[in-house]
């Protein structure tokens, strides 16, 4: 599962008719293998210019406000395995594994964006994120945003716009810079831009014969956003990709909508036991995947804060009581990308997605009559043979229903 | 036509010759190790030995069970959710729920009609639901597993038993027996706890009729204390243990 560390001559065989294997990544696939180096050349080049680096570790968190103090938003969330032990010290072995690899990685001093960061935004998500907070700011400057959890009350709205009104001064104090109307519109027309075409990318999947795998798409993202590069790369995906084929055929596997906890870097365990076993992912339910990416920020509007603030209280994210708008989202996506199957990833001890999956089981069985597969599991691979088995198992079931 | 149904499971390795009406012609059973393909092989040819076959005589062979993937030799490899299934379709055809209890795995299988499956669910990572926990019982009291349920029967009381761990509720189970509990409400207790296991797992959607399979439904006592647990009448398959060997013989057949 190791990615490679060196960098890749640009493949020149994509352009002949698009007929690329898997195995042959073309261009835009290949540079987003190298993503971290990548990313921590900008972060590097950037600071040193003096620009400054803020860490995060949710989706809720709206890079737009932190682009527009003139820093980088770098997400923080952990994914390697390795991480976990020196965590366990500090925190109990009964957590989500992405909580733990995040703090080890702080432990360890092993993630070179976390020791550039002038400083970090939190949440209060769920409990587990929100103490294993308290340990971290220990250790590095930080500021709690509170979400609020009714996500159609009113009331909530208003304090989460305050909480947001109140990281802008947070920036502002901490950088002695304004963020201004204009400086905030520019951030959200570039993160707007940055999410048109990673949907787009993603909606490639939609395709009878999708051209990428799960994996790859998994993978064509970064830890920082709207790194020039990155976008040229998006577009130029856009532009090769489609009638690229895959072998084995994306027409013999099994079509798979994967929903639940995110998949952080390092963390692509259950995604590579899935494609490797006959199926392709070709729609992801969750943070590294479409969930952030659905809904833009408006653009024509005289409040631009009101307008971040709207787009990021709308993530269906399993914290939030309750959560139909995630359910209505996994309707819709049914719908467009035809899966004939749903998988719910749970990381051990993920509470709120482990209860959640109820509703999403219900709603995928008994609506939309998909067999329905959770897995519950963490950055290990000891249990690999395992999920592997009841994934063969799934996708024996799908095809037994044919 | 011989067809060959290969379950390698996490304990024991069972074989199953069957003609091409789904007879079975041998059976043959073997204690799983670590050479697995060598164990199954010889196995497989200790059993045709018994109808006077040799590998070659067999058409199809299908590989299933936890070392379903190290035999090279088999036709085809697919998993025990689907061979069980078709083994139990076999034998009872009206069958919609199955309860497989294995040496370290247990599981649940909804089934549709005409057997397909609808949807199934396993024990996690932990032996605390499965045939492993009754081996642990059986040597820690020093009994033969089969005798558990003679004594089970005596119990007035089952021990509570709570821990979710093999490896701690063996600590737990001595603790009991210093306490002064009997070794027939402790037995009882360990089976209910087994029971509870697959009760949770199955929820509120056991339905009728409700077939038991895997090495465990052998052990007397347990059919009862699951169907009180779980509130439906549980029918034992035949020859339990080879229900999923029979499935792969089955599916082996229909192999083109």
Known sequence: MKTKNSCHPPESSFSAGGQAKESSPVEPIAWFQDMVPHALEYATEEKAKGKKIV??????????????????????????????????????????????????????????????????????????????????????????????????????????????????????????????????????????????????????????????????????????????????LFEKALEVLPGRTLDPPAESRIRVLLTGVPLPHGAEKVMNIIESNGGLVVCQENCTGLKPLL???????????????????????????????????????????????????????????????YFVRKMAEEETGLSYLKIDTDYSPSDSARLAMRVQALFETVRGKR | MIFAGIDAGSRAIKVQLIDENNRTLASGLGEQGVKQADLATQLLEQTSAKIGINRDDITKVVATGYGRDSLEFVDTAITEITCHARGVIHQISEAKTIIDIGGQDSKLIRLEGQGVVQDFVMNERCAAGTGNFLEVVARQLEMDILDLGK???????????????????????????????????????VQASIATRIASMGGRQIADPVIFTGGVALIPGMTSVLENTIGHSVVVAKDPQFTGAKGAAIMASELN
């Not at chain 1, 024509?300 to 995630?326: G, Q, W």
Request: charged fraction near 30%.
């Open chain 1, 295 to 357: 809904e833009d920020i408006r653009e024509d509007t005289l409040n631009p804060l009101e307008a971040l603030a709207e787009k990021y209280f709308h993530i269906p994210c399993s914290v939030m009581t309750t959560n139909a708008r995630r359910l209505d989202t996994l309707r819709s996506l049914i719908r467009d990308y035809k899966p004939q199957c749903v998988i719910e990833l749970v990381w051990h001890s993920c509470i709120t997605y482990d209860v959640e999956s």
């Open chain 2, 151 to 189: 004594y089970a029967e005596k119990a007035d009381k089952p021990a509570v038993i709570s821990s979710m761990c093999v490896v701690f509720a063996e600590t737990e189970i001595l603790g009991l027996l210093t306490s002064g509990e009997s070794r027939e409400n402790i037995i009882a207790g």
């Open chain 1, 55 to 232: 860490g995060i570790m949710c989706e809720y968190t709206p890079r737009e406000l932190i682009m527009a103090a003139n820093a980088i938003p770098v997400c923080l969330c952990g994914g390697s395995a390795e991480m976990i032990p020196p965590a366990e010290v500090y925190l109990p072995s009964n957590l989500c594994p992405l909580i733990k690899s995040t703090f080890g990685y702080s432990i360890q001093k092993a993630n070179p964006f976390l020791e550039m960061a002038d400083f970090l935004v939190a949440e209060t998500t769920c409990d587990g994120k929100k103490k294993m907070y308290e340990l971290l700011a220990e250790r590095h400057p930080m500021v709690v945003l509170e979400l609020p959890q009714k996500p159609d009350d009113p009331d909530a709205f208003q304090h989460w716009i305050k909480e947001i009104a109140k990281l802008k001064s947070e920036l502002e104090t901490r950088f002695t810079v304004t963020i201004t109307q204009e400086s905030l519109r520019d951030a959200i027309r570039k993160m707007n831009r940055e999410r048109e075409l990673r949907r787009k990318l993603a909606e490639l999947m939609k395709d009878e014969a999708p051209p990428l795998t799960g994996r790859e798409l998994l993978d064509m993202k970064s830890l920082i956003s709207c790194i020039p590069e990155d976008l040229d």
